[in-house]
């Protein structure tokens, strides 16, 4: 599994992705479509129409990571678009659900708890 460092953000594209894309074309995507900064430290996440694929876009100091998934079996619980956003930021802990066949809220799941470092 793919292990993101810390303060890492992850956008997820709403809807499909044609995934027939190479890195530049989901670069291009990146930046003219979600009006971000593919050089960013985040995770840039597609899916294709049949939510059995994915792929994961990543800057990593001199060159790009493209990560894919195909499932064998079942769907990812992927997110229509909505309120024409073309992407969503979504946490590390979401993005873990979505690649365990999870949906992105889990009502059932305990909250997130953040250490606190007495000083």
Not at 5 to 33: E, F, N, P, W
């Amino acid at each position: 599994m793919l292990s993101p460092r810390d303060g890492l953000t992850v956008y997820l594209a709403c809807g499909a992705t044609d995934l027939r894309k190479s890195i530049d074309a989901l670069a291009a995507v990146v930046k003219y479509s979600f009006d971000l900064d593919v050089f960013s430290s985040s995770l840039f996440v597609f899916c294709n129409k049949d939510r059995d694929k994915l792929k994961i876009l990543y800057w990593d100091h001199n060159g790009f990571w493209l990560y894919y998934r195909r499932l064998d079996k079942g769907r990812f619980k992927w997110p229509k678009q909505s309120d024409g956003k073309p992407a969503m930021a979504i946490s590390r802990r979401q993005l873990q659900w979505l690649l365990d066949g999870l949906a992105l809220e889990q009502h059932k799941a305990h909250p997130e708890v953040l250490a606190r470092i007495a000083v």
